[in-house]
């Protein structure tokens, strides 16, 4: 799916399904990446939407819209959560990453993780 239907589709669904996400301003990116086919943020007044290229050539319109739906629940979700716990999850990542410096260790995301800064579903590549 071409990135302007994928916009077009995401306003539509924030219009339609989700109230504390419509006043905010929609950033999708398309990327290169085997990790995950969508994620997504939220930072000021913006919803940060990345998308696998890959997955999202080859997934079907149905597979897309729901994917699209599962991830801006997370920024629905967030939207109603306010500043202090934006506030919250800064704090609790600047220390994982001191930690994770220090540490050496590889804490990169694994499969049904959930980073503290973001939400971010790890979905498997979906066939359609």
């Known amino acids: 799916m071409k990135k302007a239907k994928l916009i077009a589709l995401a306003r539509r669904i924030i219009s339609t399904s989700f109230p504390a996400s ?3 301003t929609l950033n999708l990116k398309i990327v290169e990446t085997d990790d995950f086919v969508m ?4 930072e000021d007044r913006e919803i940060h939407l990345e998308v696998s290229r890959e997955d999202a050539a080859r997934m079907g ?7 699209l739906a599962h ?7 967030d939207c109603r959560h306010g500043p202090f716990l934006e506030t919250l999850f800064s704090w609790l ?3 994982i990453r ?3 410096d220090v540490s050496g260790q590889d804490r990169r995301q694994i499969p049904g993780s ?12 979906v066939g359609t």
């Open 61 to 67: 319109h149905s597979v897309v819209t729901g994917v």
């Open 114 to 125: 959930r980073s503290l800064t973001e939400y971010v579903t790890v979905i498997p590549n």
């Open 39 to 42: 994620a997504v943020s939220i």
């Open 93 to 95: 990542s600047t220390t």
């Open 98 to 100: 001191k930690y994770d």
């Open 71 to 77: 991830e801006l629940c997370h920024a629905e979700q």
């Open 22 to 24: 419509r006043g905010l």
